[in-house]
């Protein structure tokens, strides 16, 4: 009895508005058009804008990229490679425009030179392809350094445009210091979350941009192999 009595009482206390606290817009005593008066907090929605961009493109683009079968693309280069047919094989890695494809078709194209010649050329494209992988990420670790600083210089700005109005008008109450410290501590707000956003994905982008990489480079040393099993053969 006590038990449910306690569930009860637990369940009568959740309030989704505590999630995100944001009970103090809701109930009217901070209201949206006092953050549009802050210039900071503008910036802070011009962040927003910019970190939802940019998330939704780096992750589309990644996200695409992180799919695809090694080896079955090896195993395809290989029967080119016995039956003779090198152009067949670059033709089919030309279909796809993908670090593994374009790494490799680098590599058939120089097949003429020295192993040691040919990764070099691979290992370019593979350069290129990891700079295009990781397109974006400055920005976003941009954001991940400035959200907050710019949530906390919101917040002090508006300490201390709460305390002047106090200072001259030589009133004040926790009525009207409340209301200014809950709109100034808005800013901290959505300067961490803009930064927690921005973390999450730079870290997903660039480990899934490394373990593309990681691959690539072991389907560029099998290739080797494969060549270099051609030229013995020759």
């Known amino acids: 009895m006590e038990m449910l009595t306690l569930i009860a009482a637990v369940q009568e206390g959740i309030n989704p508005l505590n999630i995100v606290r944001l009970y103090a817009v809701v109930d009217g005593v901070v209201t949206f058009a006092a953050f549009l008066d802050n210039l900071t907090m503008f910036l802070l929605l011009l962040t927003l804008f910019a970190t939802i961009v940019l998330v939704g493109e780096r992750i589309w683009f990644i996200t695409r990229k992180s799919s695809f079968n090694h080896n079955k693309v090896l195993a395809d280069i290989q029967a080119y490679l016995e039956s003779g047919d090198i152009e067949g094989a670059i033709s089919y890695l030309d279909r796809v425009d993908h670090p593994l494809h374009n790494t490799l078709k680098a590599g058939l194209e120089n097949i003429h030179l020295p192993l040691d010649q040919i990764y070099d050329m691979m290992d370019s494209v593979m350069t290129f392809e ?15 350094a400035v959200a907050p600083l710019l949530g906390l210089f919101g917040t002090v700005d508006g300490l201390i445009d709460a305390f002047h109005q106090i200072a001259v ?7 009207v210091v409340g209301k200014g410290i809950s709109t100034a501590l808005v800013t901290t707000w959505w300067g961490l979350a ?3 956003i921005a973390i999450i994905t730079y870290n997903y982008v660039t480990n899934t941009a490394e373990r593309i990489i990681a691959t690539v480079d072991i389907a560029a040393r099998r290739l080797l192999i494969l ?5 013995h053969a020759e």
């Open 194 to 196: 803009i930064a927690m």
């Open 169 to 175: 008008s030589g009133t004040g109450g926790a009525e």
């Open 130 to 144: 990891r700079f295009k992988l990781l397109r974006f990420t400055t920005a976003l670790g941009s954001i991940i």
């Open 227 to 231: 060549i270099s099993q051609l030229q």
